[in-house]
């Protein structure tokens, strides 16, 4: 999230000084990059999934733990 923050503060400074900056395309696709991978984990992140999801899953993982752990 900081290095996101900094390409966008990078890209705002590089926009206001110079009308063609040569590697302000480099700098736009790398924050078009590290946007969307911010969007990515947030998605994944569980602090976007529903509670049953969550206990759903936990469950899940328990069963698989058990079942490895009587097997050996």
């Given at each position: 999230?900081?290095?996101?923050?900094?390409?966008?503060?990078?890209?705002?400074?590089?926009?206001?000084?110079?009308?063609?900056?040569?590697?302000?395309?480099?700098?736009?696709?790398?924050?078009?990059?590290?946007?969307?991978?911010?969007?990515?984990?947030?998605e994944?992140?569980?602090?976007?999934?529903?509670y049953?999801?969550?206990?759903?899953?936990?469950?899940?993982?328990?069963?698989?733990?058990?079942?490895?752990?009587?097997?050996?």
């Open positions: 999230m900081e290095m996101l923050s900094d390409l966008e503060q990078t890209v705002r400074r590089m926009k206001g000084c110079d009308p063609k900056p040569d590697n302000l395309p480099d700098y736009q696709k790398k924050l078009a990059w590290k946007q969307q991978e911010v969007r990515n984990l947030r994944i992140s569980l602090w976007n999934k529903t049953d999801y969550t206990v759903r899953l936990l469950t899940i993982s328990f069963c698989i733990a058990a079942v490895f752990s009587s097997s050996i």
